[in-house]
Structure formats: structure tokens, C-alpha cells
């Protein structure tokens, strides 16, 4: 909890300074976290596109992985991903034994549908 | 120079509307406040006002654009009724909380149902917490000075809260009174012109209003509007003493008639006072200690000053033209807070509630003279023997 005082914070919550929803990290409300095959992207960009909190890092045209810190995980980018599971796969926070294995295998690019 | 006019009250509240010439107003008629709406719509129409007058489908939207306009830094009216009201009813704790100084004529009228387009008080009562001012009006000129003060006060950088200026449907509201209308100038000059501090169209420095606000900050924002419900009490004696320094007419957090040296009293809302007032005129003929308080400012409650004014009485009788269904007596909201202003501040006199006018049932000077002569009884016993009278209703 942020300690400032009611006397401190601008009325009505209103945010005086532009561009700083950056510094809400939202990433604990995530109940899934999208895990990323890098092998078998093909860099479409779609991912990046309709992700809602900008959380496709790309690097040099590159799709890199994801901002984990503000990622919700709502499973967007792994619906719009045209290679589909292969690529992104929504796997439980607290992953069982068998997700594990699951990761594991999208991340070496093992993983079949 | 001031002149006098014939006009019922919602003109009187449209020529206010007039010569504020705000810059935003977004209103959907509704029974008894429409010829508010209509009358202003003409000044639009003729050119008189600047005002961008927003014709939205229906009240929810009415107070959505106002809060938007306010947002942006407009001065911004709005006028309804009833279940318009209800239908704001979302957007008006939004209006509050957004710390928009929205001004709106509240024509009072009862709650649906059964249907019903008369006047009681159970439309304004319903938004007593949402954190508006609220003021009352015993007739057209009050109407039409309150909303003049309610600009100043809203805007008032300690308060910044939207103000409900209210007056009885039909009765006030369509009722044609002399009126007196200062200079337009006058008018203009006192409102002055208004310097929003965070006005969304300043582009050069971008906000956010109204987002989400959890329980790490919540709690403060609403802290910040006690503080401005404080303020708001002050606010409304200084913009009463320059009013009257301007324009003659003398406004305080209430208005006492015959009260300092009456034995018992009627506390009554709107334009039931101006009946009251005969009553306590005739009985003081008959050598009876009776007097009136009529509570102005509702929100904030000014619960110390009330009952320091009540203090030297043998019983108080509350007139309720609304009922708080299910609290304690199923009582009226003004006598719920004014026995607990008594209580709270040692006054421990009798107090008596006595609901009347549901729905815009008349008022008479005989059922007020026994009121009165209920509380005479009462002050002679020292005590209440029903907490809650429903006058008038047939058994
Ligand atoms: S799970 Fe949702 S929020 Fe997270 S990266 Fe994918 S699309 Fe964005
Ligand atoms: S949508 Fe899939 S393939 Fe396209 S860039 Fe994103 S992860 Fe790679």
C-alpha cells in the first residue's frame, strides 16, 4: 500500500501526469501466463497487434517474449497466434507437474498439438 | 437595475440559467421541470446564451455529458425531476466523486410508484450521501438566488462539488410569484467567469479523470470529499454575505422566523414554510409562543447550528415530505437527522415527526395550526406520545 495521505493525492482521482500507467504493475492479477516458443514464430506480428497491454516485447522486428510484469494473461496472443499452441501456450501460474512438462516442451519447441 | 417580474418559478430558474449563460447545459425534460428546459431552450434558440445545449435521450446521459463537460473545464447546468433523477442516479454519485461543480434545479417531485407528478421530497432525499450540496427554496426568488449562489459555490476551489437547488414541483415551480430579476450584468459579474484548474481540453497538460481507484487510494479520494463537505458550509455563509451585499437579499444556513423567542417550533422544507409562516402569524395573535426554522442548506447538514437555533425550545416538530421507508419509526429523513443533530449536540428536547403531502396531497393552515397545537401539548407534558404522525393520510 503507497503511504501518501489524502491531503497529498490530487482530487477525485484524477492523474495529473500523462503516460504513467507503466508504473501499475498489473502482472499479479494474472492467473495464466503465457509461455513462448521462439522457434517456430514466424514474426507476424499479430500477437503484438491485439495484445491489450502491450505486453509483446519485440525487439529489431523480432517478437522476444513477454512483459510479464503487466501481462494479465488473458490469452489473447495465444488465440491470435496464427502458429497457435506450438507458439504461445496459456499455462496455469501454479503449474502442475504435467504443465511443467508442457512448458518445457513449448519452450524448446517440442510442442505438438 | 433590478426589475420585478411575474414568472413562475422554473422561469425564474431558466432567466438564472440565462444570465449565467453556462457554457454546457444537458437536460431531458420531465414533468414539472420542462418548462425550465423549454424556456432555456429558447434563450438558445434566440441567441441570448453562448451555451451549447446538448438534447441527450434521457437523464442517464444528461448527467453523463455534464460530467464530461465538466471534465473538460465548461460550466455546466442541468435541470430534472423525479425519476429523472433516479435515472441520473449512477452518474450523479460519479458527478460528486469526479469533484465536478455541476449546478442542477432540482423541481421536487415524488418517486415512482404509483405514477404520480406531484410534489414531495423523496426524489431529492434518495440523493442526500451521494456527496452533493443540497439546497432548498421556499419559492420562485429563492429558487432563482440559490441557483445564482450555487455556481459560486461549487466552483469554490475549497469545495468543487456539484449543487442541487431545489424548489416544490408545480406548487413553486408553476406557481407565478413576483419575482426580482437583477441586471443582467449584475448577475454576470457575480458568478464571474469560471477557471476550471484541470480542464481536459488544456492539451498541453494531459489528465485522467475517473479511473480505476482501488483500496490503496480509494478511501482518500473519499476522505477529500468529507474535507469539501466541510469546507462547503463556510462557503455557503460567504457567498450569501456578498449576495446580500450585491443584491439585498439575506441567506444564511437557514432562516428562523419568530424562533428566538418562541416556546416550540415547526422545521419545514420549501414552500410549506411560506404556509407555516401564516399559521405561526395567527397563533402568535392568539398570544401563542410559536415560531418557524426553515433548513436552507441540507447538505452539508449544519447539525450544530440547527440545534444551537432550537436549543431555548419546549418541543420541536418536524414536517416531512418524505418518508426513510424502514428506518427508525419509518420516519422522514429531516426529522432522522435533526433528533440525532439534537441528541448528539446535549439539546434534549421533545421531537416529533409528522410526514405530510405525499404526492402532492395539499398542505392547509388547519393542519399545520394542529401541528403546532400538537407540539404546544407536547411541551406542556414534556412528552412525545407518537414519534411519527402521518397527517392527513385517511384511515
Ligand atoms: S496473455 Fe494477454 S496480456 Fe499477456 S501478452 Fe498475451 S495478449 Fe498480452
Ligand atoms: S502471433 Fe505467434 S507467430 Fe506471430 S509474432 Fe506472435 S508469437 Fe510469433
Request: one cysteine or more; charged letters at 20%; hydrophobic letters at 45%.
Amino acid at each position: 500500500m503507497n503511504a501518501t495521505g489524502w491531503k497529498e493525492i490530487p482530487i477525485g482521482g484524477m492523474i495529473l501526469d500523462a503516460g504513467n500507467s507503466v508504473e501499475y504493475l498489473t502482472g499479479g492479477w494474472r492467473a495464466f501466463r503465457p509461455v513462448f516458443g521462439e522457434a517456430q514464430c514466424i514474426n507476424c506480428m499479430q500477437c503484438w497487434l491485439f495484445c491489450p497491454d502491450s505486453s509483446i516485447l519485440v525487439e529489431d522486428g523480432k517478437m522476444v517474449g513477454f512483459d510479464l510484469e503487466h501481462c494479465k494473461g488473458c490469452g489473447i496472443c495465444a488465440s491470435v497466434c496464427p502458429v497457435n499452441k506450438k507458439v504461445i501456450k496459456q499455462v496455469g501460474e501454479v503449474a502442475r507437474d504435467d504443465e511443467r512438462l508442457c512448458i518445457r516442451m513449448v519452450e524448446e519447441g517440442k510442442f505438438q498439438e | 437595475m433590478s426589475k420585478f417580474e411575474a414568472l413562475a418559478g422554473n422561469e425564474a430558474v431558466a432567466t438564472a440559467m440565462r444570465q449565467i449563460n453556462p457554457d454546457v447545459v444537458a437536460a431531458y425534460p420531465i414533468t414539472p421541470q420542462t418548462s425550465t428546459v423549454q424556456k432555456f431552450a429558447d434563450f438558445v434558440a434566440d441567441g441570448l446564451v453562448d451555451t451549447e445545449f446538448v438534447t441527450v435521450e434521457s437523464e442517464h446521459s444528461a448527467m453523463s455529458a455534464c460530467v464530461g463537460a465538466s471534465a473538460a473545464g465548461a460550466r455546466v447546468m442541468t435541470a430534472t425531476s423525479a425519476n429523472g433523477l433516479a435515472l441520473m442516479w449512477e452518474i450523479v454519485y460519479i458527478a460528486a466523486s469526479n469533484r465536478c461543480p455541476i449546478v442542477m434545479s432540482l423541481v421536487n417531485r415524488a418517486l415512482s410508484a404509483p405514477i404520480n407528478i406531484h410534489c414531495d421530497h423523496s426524489d431529492v432525499m434518495g440523493i442526500r450521501d451521494s456527496g452533493w450540496i443540497i439546497i432548498f427554496s421556499e419559492d420562485g426568488q429563492e429558487a432563482y438566488d440559490n441557483l445564482i449562489q450555487a455556481v459560486r459555490i461549487a466552483e469554490h476551489p475549497d469545495v468543487l462539488l456539484p449543487v442541487a437547488v431545489c424548489q416544490d414541483g408545480f406548487i413553486t415551480s408553476h406557481g407565478m410569484e413576483r419575482v426580482e430579476i437583477y441586471d443582467d450584468e449584475d448577475v454576470k459579474a457575480f458568478v464571474g467567469t469560471y477557471e476550471p484548474k484541470w480542464p481536459l481540453l488544456d492539451i498541453e497538460h494531459p489528465k485522467t479523470y475517473g479511473p480505476l481507484d482501488f483500496y490503496d487510494y480509494y478511501y482518500e479520494h473519499k476522505r477529500q470529499q468529507v474535507e469539501a463537505m466541510e469546507n462547503a458550509q463556510q462557503v455557503v455563509l460567504d457567498v450569501a454575505a456578498e449576495f446580500k451585499e450585491k443584491f439585498g437579499r439575506e441567506y444564511g444556513l437557514f432562516e428562523k422566523y419568530r424562533l428566538d423567542d418562541a416556546e416550540v417550533a415547526v422545521v419545514v422544507l420549501n414552500s410549506t414554510a411560506g404556509t407555516a409562516k401564516v399559521v405561526v402569524d395567527q397563533l402568535r395573535d392568539e398570544g401563542l409562543k410559536v415560531g418557524l426554522l426553515k433548513p436552507r442548506l441540507f447538505r452539508p447538514f449544519p447539525a450544530q447550528e440547527l440545534a444551537q437555533a432550537l436549543s431555548h425550545l419546549k418541543a420541536v416538530a418536524v414536517m416531512d415530505r418524505s418518508i426513510s421507508f424502514g428506518a427508525m419509526g419509518n420516519a422522514g429523513p429531516l426529522y432522522l437527522e435533526l433528533a440525532a443533530a439534537l441528541a448528539t449536540h446535549g439539546v434534549h428536547i421533545p421531537i416529533a415527526d409528522y410526514v405530510y403531502g405525499l404526492g402532492g396531497r395539499d398542505i392547509l393552515p388547519h393542519e399545520i395550526e394542529q401541528v403546532y397545537r400538537d407540539a404546544l401539548q407536547i411541551a406542556a407534558t414534556g412528552r412525545v406520545e407518537q414519534m411519527v404522525t402521518y397527517l392527513s393520510v385517511r384511515e
